[in-house]
């Protein structure tokens, strides 16, 4: 159920702007390391002066629907047939997985 999920994905309104942060609150779950790296990717793009809402959005859901999986992710075919998960977030998941850095040319952002 997502709203148990392990990492929530809140919306914060501010000045009549909508931006969104992640974090976690109660234990670690299955997918901590990676809901980790999807908090930090989704906290960095709210920061970068050419900020995508899109974006900021593709990954909150991931992490929601992510966090609610009760069993580790080991391999990116698991999460791309989940709903919520595109093809740039599961590149990510992808080098996460097997230990490589994503980096998009171009941007303000580099994955970690």
């Known amino acids: ?16 702007s909508c931006s ?4 976690s609150t109660r234990n670690l779950g299955p ?3 990676l809901l980790q790296m999807l908090s930090q990717n989704l906290e960095h793009e709210n920061s970068c002066p050419n900020r995508n809402s ?3 959005r ?6 929601e629907v992510i966090g ?3 069993e580790p992710v080991r391999d990116v075919a698991q999460v791309k047939k989940l709903k919520g998960v595109g093809v740039g ?7 996460f997985l097997s230990g ?12 970690f």
């Open 31 to 33: 997918n901590h390391d």
């Open 68 to 70: 609610a999986l009760q």
């Open 58 to 63: 593709a990954f909150a859901r991931a992490i």
């Open 20 to 23: 969104r942060t992640a974090f």
């Open 54 to 56: 899109y974006k900021v």
């Open 100 to 111: 490589k850095d994503y980096v998009r040319p171009g941007s303000c952002y580099r994955a």
């Open 89 to 95: 977030i599961s590149n990510r998941i992808d080098a």
């Open 1 to 16: 159920m997502l709203s148990r999920s392990l990492f929530r994905a809140t919306t914060i309104l501010s000045h009549g």
